[in-house]
């Protein structure tokens, strides 16, 4: 207690997402994962929800896997067991956000967004985002950063961001 935190850096995560994390389901989280690995498209995971939650959890991995491309399987080294690890992992990260309340302050906070799973990016930062500011005793950084919610770290996007990262770490003072 008391040691100073010189940066905190939030990377297109609003400070009160429990509501939502509550929304996510088994299946949900799955089509989720699945999207963010590109094994399915946006469209796929927004619609195939309500046919998959019947099934039993295998099913439902069978289906997303007969909808992936081969070649990003083979990129990414998957198999139906891996897959089923992943989902187990992003499961429990969501378990935790259901609990999940901020609390307490730091001398600044810096946070990075991209375009937002859904709605526009301004209705993002100022209605998701800038709530961080209650957890920021001095002026926090809002930067905009190319890609969206589920690219912003992937090959395309990574070297831009990383610039940005280590742009405002040097203006901390880091």
């Not at 526009?120 to 961080?132: A, E, H, I, M, V």
Request: charge should be negative.
């Amino acid at each position: 207690m008391g040691d100073e935190v010189k940066f905190v850096g939030l990377i297109n995560i609003p400070p009160h997402i429990a509501d939502r994390m509550h929304e996510i389901d088994w299946t949900g989280g799955m089509l989720n994962l699945s999207y963010f690995l590109g094994l399915v498209s946006k469209h796929d995971a927004n619609d195939l929800a309500p046919a998959l939650r019947p099934m039993t959890r295998k099913e439902q991995l069978e289906v997303v896997w007969k909808l992936s491309p081969p070649d990003r399987l083979i990129e990414l080294q998957l198999t139906p067991g891996k897959l089923d690890h992943w989902v187990d992992i992003a499961g429990s990260l969501i378990e935790c956000g259901k609990d999940y309340n901020p609390s307490g302050s730091v001398s600044a906070v810096d946070v990075f967004y991209a375009i937002p799973l859904r709605g526009s990016k301004s209705d993002w930062l100022n209605n998701q985002l800038k709530p961080w500011s209650g957890f920021s005793r001095g002026e926090p950084s809002y930067t905009d950063v190319p890609g969206q919610h589920y690219t912003l770290m992937d090959f395309d996007h990574v070297p831009q961001f990383q610039k940005i990262f280590r742009g405002r770490l040097e203006a901390r003072g880091l």
